[in-house]
T-cell receptor, first 112, second 112 residues
Framework: QKEVEQNSGPLSVPEGAIASLNCTYSDRGSQSFFWYRQYSGKSPELIMFIYSNGDKEDGRFTAQLNKASQYVSLLIRDSQPSDSATYLCAVTRGSTLGRLYFGRGTQLTVWP | KAGVTQTPRYLIKTRGQQVTLSCSPISGHRSVSWYQQTPGQGLQFLFEYFSETQRNKGNFPGRFSGRQFSNSRSEMNVSTLELGDSALYLC???????????FGQGTRLTVV
């Protein structure tokens, strides 16, 4: 079982819709959870992080964490074509806090 | 505040050569980690340095090495390059364990 798994996608939504990206992780000792956005040919850009169970909102983005079920999700409201990118889920584990474990990413396309 | 700076941005090397990549973290950040990104394998962890000490290491052969200097700048070296080493090499810096990691623009290495 992979450390971090994401819905494989690709995901395609119309402009203005809600995009839902999901991620599950295998290690219950995982402590910190991050969402990165990566445009084609660019490096990952941090868009959200969450440490505690529940929801965290930042503008059009909401991260949701459920440690009991070992999943973290990212909702993008009012999706825009500029949101089209690959979204990477990453977690840290208690034993190796300096290391990020990444999922393979979900490619999102927002069409006008 | 300046971001993470990686040099060079692009590099073309021949099989069998060696290469050194450089990373300057965000000012005040003491943790620097390195990742390799390829289309087939996604983001893979190479190693992490903190205060000049390697704290974590991924599953890469000994041809891949790194170091960190007293000013937190880090270098990674790949010796005896192979075609499969062609990838985007990313450096990330963070201020504290488990906190957000910020990526540099990456070095795209092509081995011919």
């Amino acid at each position: 079982q992979k450390e971090v798994e994401q819905n494989s996608g690709p995901l395609s939504v119309p402009e203005g819709a809600i995009a839902s990206l999901n991620c599950t992780y295998s290690d219950r000792g995982s402590q910190s959870f991050f969402w990165y956005r990566q445009y084609s040919g660019k490096s990952p850009e941090l868009i959200m992080f969450i440490y505690s169970n529940g929801d965290k909102e930042d503008g059009r983005f909401t991260a949701q964490l459920n440690k009991a079920s070992q999943y973290v999700s990212l909702l993008i409201r009012d999706s825009q074509p500029s949101d089209s990118a690959t979204y990477l889920c990453a977690v840290t584990r208690g034993s190796t806090l300096g290391r990020l474990y990444f999922g393979r990413g979900t490619q999102l396309t927002v069409w006008p | 505040k300046a971001g993470v700076t990686q040099t060079p941005r692009y590099l073309i090397k021949t099989r069998g050569q060696q290469v050194t990549l450089s990373c300057s973290p965000i000012s005040g950040h003491r943790s620097v980690s390195w990742y390799q990104q390829t289309p087939g394998q996604g983001l893979q962890f190479l190693f992490e340095y903190f205060s000049e000490t390697q704290r974590n290491k991924g599953n890469f052969p000994g041809r891949f090495s790194g170091r960190q200097f007293s000013n937190s700048r880090s270098e990674m070296n790949v010796s005896t390059l192979e075609l499969g080493d062609s990838a985007l090499y990313l450096c990330a810096s963070r201020g504290q364990e488990g906190s957000e990691a910020f990526f540099g623009q990456g070095t795209r290495l092509t081995v011919v």
